[in-house]
């Protein structure tokens, strides 16, 4: 079972920065991919950013509708993500979540998920 747990979430002026993080823990055999996920009010749940293990190269993905506003950074020996982002603007306002993909010893792949941080941006 592993467990992720989200912080750094709040309420933020607009132009102020946001940094977010997330810690996986458990039985964790291997995390292919850690990410973060956001979803407004009345939207669907959307990618912001994934970064992939060690042996893909560290490769990072950013959807296309934030791509190059948010930056995405990961401690492999902590099994932590972290999301960055400076001038921040209202449309930003959404729960953050964060994601990993995990792969047990016998190849097989799961998803998890944590609970979700809220972060507000005033104008």
């Known amino acids: 079972q592993v467990q992720l747990v989200e912080s750094g979430g709040g309420l933020v002026q607009a132009g102020g920065s946001l940094r977010l993080s997330c810690v996986a823990s458990?039985?964790?055999?291997?995390?292919?991919?850690m990410g973060w996920y956001r979803q407004a009010p009345g939207k669907q749940r959307e990618l912001v950013a994934s970064?992939?293990?060690?042996?893909?190269?560290?490769?990072?993905n950013d959807a296309d509708s934030v791509k190059g506003r948010f930056t995405i950074a990961r401690d492999y020996e902590k099994n932590s993500v972290y999301l960055k982002r400076t001038n921040l603007k209202r449309k930003d306002t959404a729960v953050y979540y964060c994601?990993?993909?995990?792969?047990?010893?016998?190849?097989?792949?799961?998803?998890?998920w944590g609970q979700g941080t809220q972060v507000t941006v005033s104008s």
């Open positions: 994601n990993a993909e995990t792969r047990s010893e016998f190849e097989a792949l799961y998803d998890y």
């Open positions: 458990g039985s964790i055999f291997a995390i292919n991919t």
């Open positions: 970064i992939g293990s060690l042996d893909s190269g560290r490769k990072t």
